[in-house]
């Protein structure tokens, strides 16, 4: 089956960095458009990054300057870098990406089971 995993998510403290993959595996012609959200206990669920098939990216103005999302066509992996975490960052995060499953597919949403990244103070 097809499945998007993400992996990398633990406890850091403020300041600290992590780096959040996704990776994508199963029978996929292509990988169109992948994003990051995140989820906090509470809150609504947010878009913090976004990465297009032709290598546009867009982040959330909370996150800006300090994540950057990147991707690897070849080994179907996507990535967030996230620096200078702060509390507030602290979420659950979940990968969506845009798959073609084959060449005459139309585009299909998969979601990842999400990572939880906590920031202590």
């Known amino acids: 089956q097809v499945q998007l995993v993400e992996s990398g998510g633990g406890l850091v403290q403020a300041g600290e960095s992590l780096r959040l993959s996704c990776a994508a595996s199963?029978?996929?012609?292509?990988?169109?458009?992948v994003n990051w959200y995140r989820q906090a206990p509470g809150k609504q669920r947010e878009l913090v990054a976004g990465?297009?098939?032709?290598?546009?990216?867009n982040y959330a103005d909370s996150v800006k300057d300090r994540f950057t999302v990147s991707r690897d066509n070849a080994k179907k992996v996507a990535f967030l870098q996230m620096n200078s975490l702060k509390p507030e960052d602290t979420a659950v995060y979940s990968c969506?990406?845009?798959?073609?499953?084959?060449?005459?597919?139309?585009?299909?949403?998969?979601w990842g089971q999400g990572t939880q990244v906590t920031v202590s103070s």
């Open positions: 199963g029978s996929i012609f292509s990988i169109n458009a």
């Open positions: 969506n990406a845009v798959l073609l499953l084959g060449p005459f597919d139309t585009p299909r949403q998969f």
């Open positions: 990465i297009t098939g032709a290598g546009d990216t």
